[in-house]
């Protein structure tokens, strides 16, 4: 009986990935091929359960990085990604009080806000892009650049 069982989930692990393809049920269905081979081998059930969550549980957390890396190549960081972390130009002063802030990246010219809500920088600083909400990149000080820019440049 619980052979039946082991192959009925894989069946019905690979059909709903085949459905979703969202690389989240072929390790549950994994975990039950695991299974079937403990039963196989004589195992008590309560040993192909433990085993079937257990490979499951591996499959998942250890394997789904990598695979949606090398299965999902689609993926394009785009250019806000790219900008995190990235120093920039602040264009006009960063005050979150006032509601004022811009940065130039790559030529293209973002609102700008401190990071830490009490911090303000002065035009023609560089900062450091801390993270991106909407369409405001969230900047604090750079350690990497001068603090400010001088007239014949950075």
């Known amino acids: 009986?619980?052979?039946?069982?082991?192959i009925v989930l894989i069946i019905v692990f690979a059909l709903v990935?085949?459905?979703?393809?969202?690389?989240?049920s072929i390790w549950f269905a994994g975990g039950a091929l695991a299974a079937l081979l403990c039963y196989a081998v004589g195992l008590d059930p309560?040993?192909?359960f433990a085993v079937f969550v257990v490979v499951s549980l591996a499959l998942l957390f250890f394997t789904r990085p990598w695979a949606l890396k090398?299965?999902?190549p689609h993926l394009i960081r785009t250019n806000y990604e790219q900008a995190i972390g990235a120093n920039v130009c602040l264009t006009e002063p960063v005050n979150n009080l006032l509601g004022t802030g811009s940065a130039?990246?790559?030529?293209q010219e973002w609102t700008a806000r401190a990071y830490e809500e009490t911090?303000?920088?002065?035009?023609?600083?560089?900062?450091r892009v801390r993270e991106?909400?909407?369409?405001t990149m969230y900047v604090e000080e750079s350690e990497q650049m001068p603090r400010r820019m001088t007239e014949?440049?950075?």
Not at 17 to 22: A, S, Y
Not at 104 to 107: I, P, T
Request: proline share 0%.
């Open 70 to 72: 090398y299965f999902k």
């Open 104 to 107: 130039v990246y790559k030529g």
């Open 46 to 48: 309560v040993w192909q």
């Open 1 to 6: 009986m619980e052979a039946i069982i082991w």
């Open 132 to 135: 991106i909400r909407g369409v």
């Open 17 to 24: 990935e085949m459905i979703t393809v969202g690389l989240t």
């Open 152 to 154: 014949g440049g950075v």
């Open 119 to 127: 911090k303000t920088f002065e035009a023609g600083m560089i900062v």
